[in-house]
């Protein structure tokens, strides 16, 4: 690998700087995922569990409660303000290290884990450096999981308008597509992608629904904590970004002054050959 190679990753999540505070109002993964990936691990006690991507550590403190105090989380984050976050927030007894690092270098032995996971992160990976580095981390019937969350528009004007909002604003972007860290969009299929892998084996999809409950300050800030709201931001402005949430809030409120928006989880896994 080229040794500049983690540097330039870098800065690829240089989007995020500044977003760590916005994050607080994100949903939780619901606890029953990494609940369902400690299953799938079978009666280990113990091992190694590395969270790529790890953000401000949503999806990486609930694997440290799931898992519990036999098995040691290392968190890899590369950006200094996510970072920051993700310490500040977790628990003192909890079982986690958070590092600067990135997908493609990932700073632990051959065989040395025995799950690795990336949520809502793996679009902003190199990914055959990726699974060049899972081949060589995970353990024999070592499990990979990538974990994934959207807006649920079916059925949901208010999911629908919100997407829309930022459709508008970015005339390239698609609600079914990535954003690219060099700028643009992108649809893939780590699905496909994985069954592609002759290091991996059984992969798996599965899909469920579960929803939150906003008022409009939390709505709010929890929009500004996308990537996609931030470059609408840089299209149209702040302002003008602002008042239409602040609409589409409005038309959707309910007598409490709340609003119900649906998500769709993506779960898939696979196994080390």
Known sequence: MNPDYATQAQLAWRDFDGLGHFYQFR????PRIARQLRIMLGDSASGRIIDVGAGTGHFTRSLAAAFGPGFT?????PNEDMRRHAETSTPARMSITYADGVAESL???NGSAQLITAASAVHRFDRPLFFQEVRRVLEK??????????????????ADRFLSIIETALPSY??????????????FDIAAD?????AMKDVHRNTFLFSEIYDWERFKQQA??????QRAIGKKGNTAIVFELSELFDQHQG???????????????ARRV
């Open 27 to 30: 949903p939780e993964y619901p």
């Open 73 to 77: 989380v290392l968190a890899l984050e």
């Open 107 to 109: 700073p632990v032995e």
């Open 141 to 158: 019937d070592g499990l990979l999981a990538f974990i994934h969350y959207q807006p649920y528009d079916e059925g949901s004007s208010f």
């Open 174 to 187: 698609d609600r079914r597509w990535s954003s690219k860290p060099e700028g643009g969009y992108f649809e």
């Open 194 to 198: 994985l069954q592609a892998q002759a």
């Open 224 to 229: 500004l904590s996308f990537t996609t709201v």
């Open 255 to 269: 007598c409490d002054k709340r609003v119900e928006m649906l998500f769709e989880v993506e779960v898939i896994t």
